[in-house]
Nanobody
Framework: EVQLVESGGGLVQAGGSLRLSCAASGFTFDDYTIAWFRQAPGKEREGVAYISSRDGSTIYAVSVEGRFTISTNNAKNTVYLQMNSLKPEDTAVYYC???????????????????????WGKGTPVTVSS
């Protein structure tokens, strides 16, 4: 059974840091694009950071570039999202996702097409207080 399990969410003050983890089982990251998405209350889900397991290339949303870093440990089949200088507007449920299509394709999907992404985790909540 394929699973993506996120962890590391919680409550943090503005300016603080958190590191999210996403452990995969039932498949290996080889030849996948791995991504973090988030969904704030009352808002549409949005892509935050993407990484290609093929070549390690990354793409970030403008809102998080320079503050968030996505990385993988292929030996552990785990992807991380290091989040620094957190802001109240980063408050959301953060989801890990994996898809066999290339990083550019995944990073340019419209939200209406997110359901077509191969695998999703159940999410971990992040709350940033002001």
């Amino acid at each position: 059974e394929v699973q993506l399990v996120e962890s590391g969410g919680g409550l943090v003050q503005a300016g603080g840091s958190l590191r999210l983890s996403c452990a995969a089982s039932g498949f290996t990251f080889d030849d996948y694009t791995i991504a973090w998405f988030r969904q704030a209350p009352g808002k549409e889900r949005e892509g935050v950071a993407y990484i290609s397991s093929r070549d390690g290339s990354t793409i970030y949303a403008v809102s998080v570039e320079g503050r968030f870093t996505i990385s993988t440990n292929n030996a552990k089949n785990t992807v991380y999202l290091q989040m620094n200088s957190l802001k109240p507007e980063d408050t959301a449920v953060y989801y890990c996702a994996a898809d066999r299509r290339g990083i550019t394709i995944i990073a340019t999907l419209f939200p209406k097409d997110y359901n077509g992404i191969n695998y999703w985790g159940k999410g971990t909540p992040v709350t940033v207080s002001s």
